[in-house]
């Protein structure tokens, strides 16, 4: 499989992910907090983690684009039902969250514990080891 096939089968996995949490697990999901996702240029990829979240963009690394579907699925859990739900919920409150070291190690466990709480809905038998 392409470079391209690879990005759209990962888009595709986004979608499922995303539509999985709404909708068969009824998480509550604030209106009008669109995600978006990016591929990082060939620079990024050098310098930058698997995946990055930001400003509700997730950008994946080009070499993440190799890794198995359940290793996305894992990620996408990570990402997209740990950060940016985590994100988008607090904006939808009005509330102010520093970037405080206990914060983030806060937000990591946050995502961490959604890999465990929905990977096998996916097939996924080993989440957050």
Known sequence: MGARARWAAFLRAVRVVVRHLRYEQGVAWPQGFRLHVRCMS??????????????????????????????????????????????????????????????????????TLCEKKWARAFGVRRAAR
Do not use: M
């Open 42 to 111: 060939r620079e990024e990829s050098r310098r930058e983690g698997f995946a990055v979240y930001q400003g509700r963009t997730l950008r994946l690394n080009r070499a993440a684009l190799r890794l198995t579907r359940s290793d996305w699925i894992v990620l996408i859990l990570h990402e997209v039902g740990g950060h940016h739900l985590q994100t988008i919920r607090q904006e939808s409150r009005n509330r102010d969250v520093r970037d405080t070291p206990a914060t983030l190690a806060a937000e990591e466990r946050c995502a």
